[in-house]
């Protein structure tokens, strides 16, 4: 996720630009840039790291001076956090700048062919090949000369995710630009007009702003704007007047970025699994370890903290049940105390948002110095323990700005499930078309989590019902287990109350202590249609709880008529296979432990108190 803005009318769009970039930096803080057309030619700036880098740079070398202008902050996917890396990407012969958000997922064979034909590239990403593309076919062919033309061709070759703006020398008077399954809004001003990836970027200037439909073109001038399909027929925006003042902008209408972030969750677990599954096959990214090593390790360890644990514990279920091989779990901060049995043949897999967990960090260097292989699976490119790793999976959750983490832990178990398809497959423990069904079931996941989130409301009756609560536990057997887990940590960490998350099966070891009148109790309910025993333990347990005056919030899937006599609130979900249910269960635990915490008077679920986003001490 990254911020864009462009700009064509009377003002500077360097300042302008810059400006939009500041109030679009929760989108994306690793790098930022600006180009400017300035008249005849095209002035790029940019800089790795915060904007205050991209300012510095531009005090020394002077602001661009020019009336349109396209801006980028970045979140990187491609290509590690780097100057060059820093968008916008000019073609060969600057003639064009490109900025772009998403993924553009057949990057490589354009850019095989690109470099077959001579062309240098100067950065790692996806996106600097859309604009020797564009150049290309403007310089030359069917489609010389012709802007518009050219970039249409582009975007027809482009496959994946993206918001992205073009800019060409020859035409200082217009911005084209285009989407596909990522959001780009036009700000209609007064003589000016802007693009911005939400409406933060130009709220300041203009309340009047049209929403692009999926797979849209829109050429800008400072007086109209012109939206297209594709294939260049006409198109229609939605107009529509902003009625948000900037922070909530910021917040795309939420009252707190957390929930935003869960609203993101389909999109964060899409463009996760974007680009991994290619010719029939399971792919990884930035990956030096080799298939045959892959096929060689015989045991996994997983190291992580908090959240990023409870991932790694629904990695363990996965890969064991796929790939047959044993995987041990360890919280990182107790990983390299216990002196583990690791060698060559142990692939460390290391899980982690920020990439900067110390104590996670400190488990990659342990398993390192073991000879251990690791893996890390990460949302920030660039970060200290990708770098240290053989080999990385990133999640594209974009920024997580809530210090609580939702859409980056779904996106951590969508990266895990990747990583033991790969295994399987490289170990040959899955036929293909058993692969195949996996990867289609994942693939189905981000719209079946669209509809958890639909039902939102069913959540907030509990949480009203429930009201201040003091306590409450929760329970899972098999992959509901690390739920039960995520859905206590959540509650303990936005409304500070206790909270314990169980094995259903262990409650009658010492917990079942803890059950009394009125105690709330979440149940997550695994599939009737999986493990038969499974589902009609968990049944028998919430018997035993109800018995002893608990009140239970049961979640689980749609047509599943066995839990109904037993569960004081009902949240549903749809069907899925078992090992998938996690992404979808965890869900309705978010809600209520941001409504909990508001019920108890915790309104700042953003940053709950004592805890950082990045945990940089052991
Ligand atoms: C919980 C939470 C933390 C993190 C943990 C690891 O909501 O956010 O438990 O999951 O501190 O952080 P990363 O994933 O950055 O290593």
């Known amino acids: 996720m990254c911020g864009i803005v462009g700009y064509v009318g009377s003002r500077q769009a360097a300042g302008l630009a810059i400006e939009a970039l500041r109030r679009m930096e929760y989108r994306g803080y690793d790098s930022a840039g600006i180009a400017v057309n300035t008249g005849d030619s095209l002035t790029m700036v940019k800089r790795a790291g915060k904007l205050a880098n991209l300012e510095e740079r531009i005090a020394q070398v002077g602001a661009p ?181 900037l922070e909530a902008a910021e917040k795309g209408g939420f009252d707190s970025f957390m929930m935003k972030e869960i609203y993101e969750q389909p999109a964060a677990v899409r463009d996760t699994l974007a680009g991994h599954w290619s010719e029939g096959r399971v792919v990884l990214d930035e990956n030096n370890i080799s298939e045959e090593e892959l096929k060689s390790f015989n045991q996994v360890f997983v190291v992580a903290c908090g959240s990023a644990y409870h991932s790694g514990l629904l990695a363990k279920y996965a890969i064991e049940h796929w790939v047959r091989i044993p995987v041990q779990i360890e919280v990182a901060s107790e990983f390299r105390y216990r002196d583990p049995v690791l060698d060559e043949r142990t692939l460390v897999l290391a899980i982690s948002q920020s990439g900067e967990t110390a104590d996670t960090l400190e488990a990659v260097r342990h398993a390192k110095t073991q000879g251990a292989k690791v893996l890390a699976v990460c949302n920030t490119n660039g970060s200290q323990i990708p770098r240290e790793s053989d080999a990385v999976l990133y999640t594209h959750a974009g920024p997580e700005i809530g210090v609580a983490s939702t859409k980056a832990f779904l996106a951590q178990v969508a990266a895990n499930y990747i990583v033991g398809l790969a295994l399987a497959q490289a170990k040959g423990t899955k036929y293909p078309d058993e692969i195949k069904e996996i990867w289609d079931t994942l693939d189905l996941i981000p719209g079946k989590i669209e509809q958890v989130l639909a039902a939102r409301d069913t959540v907030t009756e509990i949480s009203d019902e429930l009201g201040a609560v003091a306590t409450m536990l929760f329970l899972g ?57 499974l589902h009609s333990k968990i049944v028998s347990n919430i018997q035993e709880i109800r018995a002893r005056g608990a009140k239970t919030i049961v979640i689980a899937e749609e047509g599943d008529e066995a839990v109904e006599p037993y569960a004081n609130w009902l949240i549903r979900i749809p069907q899925t296979s078992t090992i998938m249910q996690p992404l979808l269960a965890t869900i309705p635990l978010q809600f209520l432990a941001a409504d909990i915490a508001v019920n108890v008077g915790n309104e700042d679920i953003d940053k709950p108190r004592n805890l950082a986003k990045s945990v940089t001490v052991e």
């Open 477 to 533: 057997r098999g992959v509901g287990f690390p739920v039960a887990l995520e859905g206590a940590l959540k509650l303990k960490e936005l409304a500070y109350i206790h909270a314990e998350g169980f094995p259903a099966g262990e409650l009658k070891h010492g917990p079942i202590a803890l059950i009394e009148d009125d105690l709330p109790v979440v149940v997550v309910v695994p599939s009737p249609r999986g493990l038969k025993v």
């Open 65 to 245: 001076e020019g009336k349109a202008g396209i801006g980028h902050t970045r979140w990187a996917t491609h290509g590690r956090p780097t100057d060059e890396n820093a968008h916008p990407h000019l073609s060969f012969d600057e003639s064009v700048a490109v900025v772009h958000n998403g993924i553009i997922e057949n990057f490589a064979p354009l850019r095989q062919q690109m470099e077959r034909e001579g062309v240098e590239f100067a950065s790692d990403t996806d996106t600097e090949v859309a604009a020797h593309l564009l150049a290309r076919y403007y310089n030359e062919g069917e489609t010389a000369g012709d802007f518009r033309e050219s970039a249409l061709r582009v975007l027809n070759r482009l496959e994946g995710a993206f918001t992205i703006l073009f800019m060409h020398a020859n035409h200082p008077d217009q911005i084209i630009a285009a989407r596909r399954s990522t959001p780009l809004i036009i700000g209609v001003g007064e003589g000016e007009m802007f693009l911005g990836s939400d409406v933060a970027a130009f709220i300041e200037f203009t309340k009047d702003a049209v929403e692009l439909g999926q797979d849209n073109v829109v050429v800008i001038t400072a007086d109209d704007y012109e939206v297209l399909n594709f294939d260049g027929t006409p198109s229609q925006g939605r107009p529509f007047t902003i009625d948000w003042d």
